[in-house]
C-alpha cells in the first residue's frame, strides 16, 4: 500500500497513478500497472497488488502520480519498491524411493507449492557413480497438477556384475532453477542368470571338442 501526501489537493479530487518497471529480469505482473483513486484528506492511499506469477522475479520498480489521466503530468514518484520473491518448490513424498532395479522402472511423486497447473517441470539425474548409459533417459518432463506430480525412472540392464551405482535426481523449473533433489538413489545390480537347455554332453573327453548350449 502507497499512501500519499494530498494535503494540498482537494478532498474528492480524482488523481491517477502508472507503475513503472525498474530492472526486472521478469515483467512485473500488477492486477493492474495504471488506475486512479479520490483523495481523501490529509493522506491518501493506493494498494498494488503483485501477482504470484510462479517464477522467480529480482528488480524493482515505483509508483508515479499524475494529473488529469494515466498520461497526465507526473505529480510525485515513490522511492524505488524493491520486489521480494518466494521461491517455487518441490519436495519428493516418503517414503522416497532408494533403489531403482536394472532393466525396471521405479516411480517418484513431488508435492509442490507455487507451481501453477499445467506447468512443466522436469527430473534431471546428476551421476555420482553412475553414467548416461545406466538409463533409459537422464531427463524428462514433469507436469503438475493440484500441487502433485510423478515420473518414472527406469535403468537399463546389462550383463555385467558391479558395485552399487548412485545418483541424484533434481527437478527442475522451465528457465533450469532447481526447486528439490533427492541424493542417494541406487542401482541394484541384477546378476544374469545362465540356464543350460537342450542336450549337453554329460562326460569330456581328452582331444575332443564338446558343444554346451547356455542362455
Do not use: C
Amino acid at each position: 500500500t502507497v499512501t500519499w501526501n494530498t494535503s494540498t489537493v482537494t478532498t474528492g479530487t480524482t488523481l491517477y497513478y502508472t507503475i513503472a518497471n525498474i530492472g526486472l529480469t521478469n515483467a512485473l505482473e500488477s492486477t493492474t500497472l495504471s488506475g486512479s483513486f479520490v483523495t481523501a484528506g490529509a493522506t491518501s492511499t493506493q494498494t498494488i497488488t503483485i501477482v504470484d506469477n510462479g517464477y522467480y522475479s529480482t528488480g524493482s520498480f515505483v509508483v508515479q502520480v499524475r494529473s488529469d489521466s494515466i498520461s497526465g503530468v507526473i505529480m510525485a514518484v515513490t522511492p524505488i519498491i524493491n520486489i521480494t520473491d518466494t521461491v517455487s518448490t518441490a519436495t519428493f513424498n516418503t517414503p522416497v524411493p532408494t533403489t531403482v532395479t536394472e532393466g525396471q522402472s521405479t516411480t517418484f511423486t513431488i508435492t509442490t507449492t507455487r507451481v501453477k497447473n499445467g506447468e512443466a517441470l522436469s527430473y534431471k539425474i546428476v551421476h555420482t557413480t553412475t553414467t548416461d548409459q545406466d538409463f533409459v533417459q537422464t531427463t524428462g518432463p514433469i507436469v503438475v497438477n493440484n500441487n502433485t506430480g510423478s515420473f518414472t525412472i527406469s535403468a537399463t540392464s546389462n550383463l555385467s556384475t558391479h558395485t552399487s551405482k548412485t545418483f541424484t535426481i533434481q527437478i527442475l523449473q522451465a528457465y533450469g532453477t532447481v526447486i528439490g533433489s533427492v541424493t542417494g538413489i541406487t542401482i541394484t545390480d541384477v546378476v544374469p542368470l545362465i540356464t543350460w537347455f537342450g542336450s549337453n554332453p554329460s562326460t569330456l573327453n581328452s582331444g575332443v571338442t564338446s558343444q554346451f548350449n547356455v542362455a
